[in-house]
Structure formats: structure tokens, C-alpha cells
């Protein structure tokens, strides 16, 4: 433990002292819309563009107009929007604890139970300390294309007046709020990781190993694909090209992801399998049975996780609107969908439908709707659910056996095999042509005519590719700079014996 909290002593000096420096905004940042309106892209556009899934351009707090040197009201946030943003908020909170954890819990066997369950509380708690130390402002404020800066560091200028952009001009939410919904996202994405590697790792390299990742994956690939400078910069072409330049790499490309399939489910899948390999198959894999010790568990938690998911995209359309609606009912469809091709494709294969297939398959359902939740119609989301379903059985199986890595609960399975499809497929799901909302120009206020399927699906592939690529390295890295500090694995007596007890002291269940 004296190592790990020297090492995380060590990385936290490097990260402030070196890490990720920016040149500072001018002093008077609180005035510019940047600084008090911090947000970001959960559809990245081409430039001057963003999606049509928002609502209309419209001037918040409309009122007659003011002589000419009187300055504008400022806007004021809706307190509907407001309320839906706290309620989406708390129920990303529900997908992680306890829904995560339950999930995560009910597979593993009964003597890693609690462990399981220790690691994802402790990641959700960790995380969010963190985010508000320096991670919301490394990756919600105007720095490179690639990195913010550290002008929100501590939640630093941020009060009751701030506010963040949303999708419509001259609409705003409490930057309050908006750091707080983002938190959460950052917190179920490191905790997604850990399935991959469950019950043979030591407590002090998970932790260690997040604080890196988070750092050096999760804040640049969120930064990357989801900043820009908000609609209210968009005021004609020049001022459009201005405010793109200062927006995340990927953004700036047109990646569209609207609550996650790349910066959540692809980053976090992609670190989980190189943690696979990394450190190992389990002892006796292949050889023992490993299988899960509580479906009911497992049940209940991919219920919390189908539930708060409404919140993780529905919410990522920042305000109470029909965007908001759109990707509520492709949330509900895309889910049955892949629940439904999931347990037919079972039963077919395997003679018999399980509940743990459908258990996966709403979870696959789930992370191959979210890049397009909000940009792609209901036929669109009910294609993507079907296919995810199949697509991600095989992941879990024929793929499974291919890539050779004991990854324990299907992390790459289903969320990067699901991840990669749903973005691929939000590319073209989202044209106009075949029901989606094809892209918002915000310049001319109206949604832009010339979309290309071809083109937006090439882009797709280019925001995978980096986000896979780039997660990839971290998170080698990674875990080879935690396995020289306090070392990856528990001995193999601890690991027979089961984390619970060895790593934790105590039992989930007493016989």
C-alpha cells in the first residue's frame, strides 16, 4: 500500500507538473462563452454543423428588442431542463452502483463476489474525485485538439451563474449539473474495464491502473470527440470555422457519437483486453468451471443497467426535448431487438435460450444504440439492436476463441465488438434518407442537405481506429508501469482461495 500511494503521489506530481500543459485563457475568461459556457459535442458534426436531433436554433429568454447599448440578457437555464438533467444524472449513477457492480457480480463465482463488487464502488468513487480535481477540466475546457487545459482545475471559476451549452442557441444548463452528469460517465467507463480481468487481480494495481488510464485515455479520447465551443459560436461561416478549430480532434473531423460508443464502450473494451493479455488466464481456465455463481444477480443488474441507461442517452441530449424523446424510444427498441436476435441465435445454435444470453444481449442492445441514440430513427435503432445481438454472440464466442485472452466477462465481447458496430452503423442509420436526423447546420439553421453515408461511415471508422489505437497504447503502457510499482496479479494461492477473502477479508455469502 506504501508503494501505491508513493506511486500515486509520483503520477500526480508528473500530471501537474508536465502532463497535458496548456497555455491559460486570458484573465478576463469568465466573460467569454467558452469559460462560462463549458461543453461538449455528443455528436461531433463537420464543421459549422451539428446534428439535427436538437432542437431548433431559437434565442433563449426572448424579449423585445433592447437599445443598441444595452448588452444582451444573458441566458437563463429552463428549470425542466434542469430537472431532467439531475434525474439523467442519478441514473448513470444507478448503471454503475448498483447496476454495474450486480452485473458484474452475478458472473464471477461466489468467492470473487465481493471483490467485484469492491472495485467498481471504489473506481466510481475514485474517478469522481478526480474529475473534479483536474479530469472535467483537462477535458471540457478550450486547450489543443487533443488535451484542455487546466483552467477548471479544482471546478476552479465555476459558481451558481455558470452555465454550459446545450444543442439549441441560447439554451443553457447549470455548469454545475453538467459537471456532475459527465462524472458519471467517466466513472462506468473505467469501471466497465475491470470485467475483462476479474478475479486474479491485486485491489492496488486496479486502482493504480485506472488513475493512469483515466488520465491518458479516457480525458484526451473525451476531449477529442466530444469538445467544441457550442452552437452560440456559430453565427455565420467565418465565426463557424473560428469555433470549430478550437474543438476536439475527432470533432473537428465530424465523428458522430451522441452518448458514447467510441469515448466509453470502445475505449473501455479495447484497455480491458490488452489487461487480458496482459496479465493472464485465470488458473485452471479451460480446465475448471468458472461459471457465473448468481444469474438472478446478474439479471437484476442488467435490468439497473436497461433502466439507467436512459439517463447515460437520453440525457446526453442535454435538455427535455424531442432529441431527448428520440433516444429514449431507440434506447427501448435497439435493447428488446438485441435481447430478442441474441436468445433466437442461441437457441438455434445451442438448442436452448439462456438467461444469461439475454441478459448480454440487452447489454449489447444497449452499447450499440448509444453512438447513435440521438441521430438515428426508430427502424434504425431496431436494425442496429438485431444486429447487435448476433454480431456480439459471435464476439463472445467464434471471436472469443480467436483472440486467445481470457476475458473474463465479455468485456470486448459485447462492448467493443458492440461499440465498433453501433458506430459504424450510426454513420448510416443517421441519413435523412433513412429516417435519421442527418446533420444541423448551425450557420444557416437548418439541417444540411448534402449528407453522405460513404463519407460519414469513413469517418466512423476513423474515430474507432484512433480511439482503439490510442486506448490500446495507454493502457499497455499502463500496466506494465503498474506491474514494475506494486505488480498486476495476486499469487496463486490467493487467486484459489478467491479475492474476497484474500484481497478483502470477508465473504459475500456464509454457509
Same mark, same amino acid.
Given at each position: 500500500?506504501?508503494?501505491?500511494?508513493?506511486?500515486?503521489?509520483?503520477?500526480?506530481?508528473?500530471?501537474?507538473?508536465?502532463?497535458?500543459?496548456?497555455?491559460?485563457?486570458?484573465?478576463?475568461?469568465?466573460?467569454?462563452?467558452?469559460?462560462?459556457?463549458?461543453?461538449?459535442?455528443?455528436? %461531433?458534426?463537420?464543421?459549422?454543423?451539428?446534428?439535427?436531433?436538437?432542437?431548433?436554433?431559437?434565442?433563449?429568454?426572448?424579449?423585445?428588442?433592447?437599445?443598441?447599448?444595452?448588452?444582451?440578457?444573458?441566458?437563463?437555464?429552463?428549470?425542466?431542463?434542469?430537472?431532467?438533467?439531475?434525474?439523467?444524472?442519478?441514473?448513470?449513477?444507478?448503471?454503475?452502483?448498483?447496476?454495474?457492480?450486480?452485473?458484474?457480480?452475478?458472473?464471477?463465482?461466489?468467492?470473487?463476489?465481493?471483490?467485484?463488487?469492491?472495485?467498481?464502488?471504489?473506481?466510481?468513487?475514485?474517478?469522481?474525485?478526480?474529475?473534479?480535481?483536474?479530469?472535467?477540466?483537462? %477535458?471540457?475546457?478550450?486547450?489543443?485538439?487533443?488535451?484542455?487545459?487546466?483552467?477548471?482545475?479544482?471546478?476552479?471559476?465555476?459558481?451558481?451563474?455558470?452555465?454550459?451549452?446545450?444543442?439549441?442557441?441560447?439554451?443553457?444548463?447549470?455548469?454545475?449539473?453538467?459537471?456532475?452528469?459527465?462524472?458519471?460517465?467517466?466513472?462506468?467507463?473505467?469501471?466497465?474495464?475491470?470485467?475483462?480481468?476479474?478475479?486474479?487481480?491485486?485491489?492496488?494495481?486496479?486502482?493504480?491502473?485506472?488513475?493512469?488510464?483515466?488520465?491518458?485515455?479516457?480525458?484526451?479520447? %473525451?476531449?477529442?470527440?466530444?469538445?467544441?465551443?457550442?452552437?452560440?459560436?456559430?453565427?455565420?461561416?467565418?465565426?463557424?470555422?473560428?469555433?470549430?478549430?478550437?474543438?476536439?480532434?475527432?470533432?473537428?473531423?465530424?465523428?458522430?457519437?451522441?452518448?458514447?460508443?467510441?469515448?466509453?464502450?470502445?475505449?473501455?473494451?479495447?484497455?480491458?483486453?490488452?489487461?487480458?493479455?496482459?496479465?493472464?488466464?485465470?488458473?485452471?481456465?479451460?480446465?475448471?468451471?468458472?461459471?457465473?455463481?448468481?444469474?438472478?444477480?446478474?439479471?437484476?443488474?442488467?435490468?439497473?443497467?436497461?433502466?439507467?441507461?436512459?439517463?447515460?442517452?437520453?440525457?446526453?441530449?442535454?435538455?427535455?426535448?424531442?432529441?431527448?424523446?428520440?433516444?429514449?424510444?431507440?434506447?427501448?427498441?435497439?435493447?428488446?431487438?438485441?435481447?430478442?436476435?441474441?436468445?433466437?441465435?442461441?437457441?438455434?445454435?445451442?438448442?436452448?435460450?439462456?438467461?444469461?444470453?439475454?441478459?448480454?444481449?440487452?447489454?449489447?442492445?444497449?452499447?450499440?444504440?448509444?453512438?447513435?441514440?440521438?441521430?438515428?430513427?426508430?427502424?434504425?435503432?431496431?436494425?442496429?439492436?438485431?444486429?447487435?445481438?448476433?454480431?456480439?454472440?459471435?464476439?463472445?464466442?467464434?471471436?472469443?476463441?480467436?483472440?486467445?485472452?481470457?476475458?473474463?466477462?465479455?468485456?470486448?465481447?459485447?462492448?467493443?465488438?458492440?461499440?465498433?458496430?453501433?458506430?459504424?452503423?450510426?454513420?448510416?442509420? %443517421?441519413?435523412?434518407?433513412?429516417?435519421?436526423?442527418?446533420?444541423?447546420?448551425?450557420?444557416?439553421?437548418?439541417?444540411?442537405?448534402?449528407?453522405?453515408?460513404?463519407?460519414?461511415?469513413?469517418?466512423?471508422?476513423?474515430?474507432?481506429?484512433?480511439?482503439?489505437?490510442?486506448?490500446?497504447?495507454?493502457?499497455?503502457?499502463?500496466?506494465?508501469?503498474?506491474?514494475?510499482?506494486?505488480?498486476?496479479?495476486?499469487?496463486?494461492?490467493?487467486?484459489?482461495?478467491?479475492?474476497?477473502?484474500?484481497?478483502?477479508?470477508?465473504?459475500?455469502?456464509?454457509?
Amino acid at each position: 500500500m506504501k508503494k501505491l500511494l508513493a506511486s500515486f503521489l509520483a503520477t500526480s506530481t508528473l500530471l501537474f507538473a508536465v502532463g497535458f500543459a496548456q497555455p491559460a485563457l486570458a484573465a478576463d475568461e469568465a466573460a467569454k462563452p467558452e469559460a462560462t459556457a463549458t461543453v461538449v459535442a455528443q455528436a %461531433a458534426a463537420p464543421a459549422a454543423e451539428a446534428p439535427a436531433a436538437t432542437a431548433p436554433a431559437a434565442a433563449a429568454a426572448a424579449a423585445p428588442a433592447a437599445p443598441s447599448a444595452a448588452p444582451a440578457a444573458a441566458p437563463v437555464p429552463n428549470k425542466g431542463d434542469t430537472a431532467w438533467m439531475m434525474t439523467a444524472t442519478v441514473l448513470v449513477i444507478l448503471m454503475t452502483i448498483p447496476g454495474l457492480a450486480l452485473f458484474y457480480g452475478g458472473l464471477v463465482r461466489s468467492k470473487n463476489m465481493l471483490s467485484i463488487l469492491m472495485q467498481v464502488f471504489m473506481i466510481f468513487s475514485l474517478i469522481t474525485v478526480l474529475w473534479a480535481i483536474y479530469g472535467y477540466s483537462l %477535458a471540457f475546457t478550450t486547450g489543443g485538439s487533443f488535451i484542455g487545459s487546466f483552467d477548471r482545475l479544482f471546478l476552479k471559476g465555476i459558481n451558481l451563474e455558470s452555465m454550459a451549452a446545450t444543442f439549441s442557441k441560447g439554451v443553457v444548463i447549470p455548469e454545475y449539473v453538467f459537471v456532475a452528469f459527465q462524472a458519471t460517465f467517466a466513472a462506468i467507463t473505467c469501471g466497465l474495464i475491470v470485467g475483462a480481468f476479474a478475479e486474479r487481480i491485486k485491489f492496488s494495481a486496479v486502482l493504480l491502473f485506472i488513475v493512469l488510464w483515466f488520465t491518458f485515455s479516457y480525458l484526451p479520447i %473525451a476531449h477529442m470527440v466530444w469538445f467544441w465551443a457550442g452552437p452560440d459560436a456559430y453565427t455565420d461561416a467565418a465565426a463557424a470555422e473560428a469555433a470549430t478549430a478550437t474543438a476536439g480532434w475527432l470533432f473537428q473531423k465530424g465523428a458522430l457519437d451522441f452518448a458514447g460508443g467510441t469515448v466509453v464502450h470502445i475505449n473501455a473494451a479495447v484497455a480491458g483486453l490488452v489487461g487480458a493479455y496482459v496479465i493472464g488466464k485465470r488458473v485452471g481456465y479451460g480446465k475448471e468451471s468458472m461459471a457465473p455463481h448468481s444469474l438472478t444477480m446478474t439479471m437484476i443488474g442488467a435490468s439497473l443497467l436497461w433502466v439507467g441507461w436512459f439517463g447515460f442517452n437520453a440525457g446526453s441530449a442535454y435538455e427535455s426535448t424531442a432529441a431527448a424523446g428520440l433516444a429514449l424510444v431507440n434506447t427501448i427498441l435497439a435493447t428488446s431487438a438485441a435481447t430478442l436476435s441474441w436468445s433466437f441465435g442461441e437457441w438455434m445454435g445451442k438448442g436452448k435460450p439462456s438467461m444469461l444470453g439475454a441478459a448480454s444481449g440487452a447489454v449489447a442492445g444497449l452499447v450499440a444504440v448509444t453512438p447513435g441514440a440521438g441521430f438515428v430513427g426508430p427502424m434504425g435503432a431496431l436494425v442496429i439492436g438485431l444486429l447487435a445481438g448476433i454480431v456480439c454472440l459471435w464476439g463472445v464466442n467464434g471471436l472469443k476463441r480467436m483472440l486467445g485472452a481470457d476475458d473474463s466477462l465479455d468485456v470486448f465481447g459485447v462492448h467493443g465488438v458492440g461499440g465498433i458496430l453501433g458506430a459504424l452503423l450510426t454513420g448510416v442509420f %443517421a441519413a435523412p434518407s433513412l429516417g435519421g436526423t442527418g446533420i444541423y447546420d448551425y450557420v444557416a439553421n437548418k439541417v444540411a442537405e448534402d449528407y453522405s453515408i460513404a463519407g460519414q461511415v469513413w469517418i466512423q471508422f476513423e474515430g474507432v481506429l484512433v480511439t482503439a489505437l490510442w486506448s490500446g497504447v495507454v493502457a499497455f503502457i499502463a500496466f506494465k508501469l503498474v506491474d514494475l510499482i506494486v505488480g498486476l496479479r495476486v499469487p496463486e494461492e490467493e487467486e484459489r482461495e478467491g479475492l474476497d477473502i484474500s484481497s478483502h477479508g470477508e465473504s459475500a455469502y456464509h454457509m
